[in-house]
């Protein structure tokens, strides 16, 4: 955003160099204190309330921003793994996510789990099982010589 001179962002140089850095104005033209909310805006346009104090402290202060990049990422992966992500939103890092895989066998996943574990578990247990039993009736057995 702007680097003109603003009643709140240029209260502090951190708070200034954090706004520079996430690409964020501030729509209060008088400051309300550290501790009070005040009305950011991202480059993407999402209004957002935070304290000054919050935001000069945040990598990343733009919830609507954090969610629209979680939503990206948990769909490509879901996507590469051939599954199907149900809830097509993010929900959090701490809270489950359903998928469907293509044999029609649901589950739940935390996000933060699904890129070690995209596949279905049935699937996978299935293809094990197969894999055994085909090993073992392949497998030429000392007696049978």
């Known amino acids: 955003m702007s680097t003109a001179k603003h009643p709140v962002l240029d209260q ?4 200034r160099a954090a706004a520079d850095r996430q690409q964020l104005g501030c ?36 919830q ?39 044999q029609g066998h649901t589950w739940q996943r935390k996000s933060s789990t699904m890129g070690l574990h995209p596949d279905c578990s049935l699937c996978k247990r299935d293809k094990a099982r197969k894999d055994r039993k085909s090993t073992r009736l392949n497998s030429s057995h000392p007696l049978d010589l």
């Not at 480059?43 to 919050?54: D, E, I």
């Not at 793994?81 to 293509?102: I, K, M, Y």
């Open 64 to 102: 609507a921003c954090i969610q629209d990049r979680f939503t990206e990422r948990v769909r490509a992966i879901a996507l590469e793994a051939g599954v199907t992500w149900l809830d097509e939103q993010w929900l959090g890092d701490g809270v489950p996510h359903n998928f469907r895989c293509s």
């Open 27 to 62: 729509l209060e033209s008088t400051w309300l204190g550290w501790n009070e909310l005040h009305r950011f805006v991202c480059s993407k346009g999402h209004v957002f309330l935070k304290t000054p104090r919050r935001m000069s402290r945040s990598q990343e202060s733009c």
């Open 12 to 15: 502090t140089e951190s708070l």
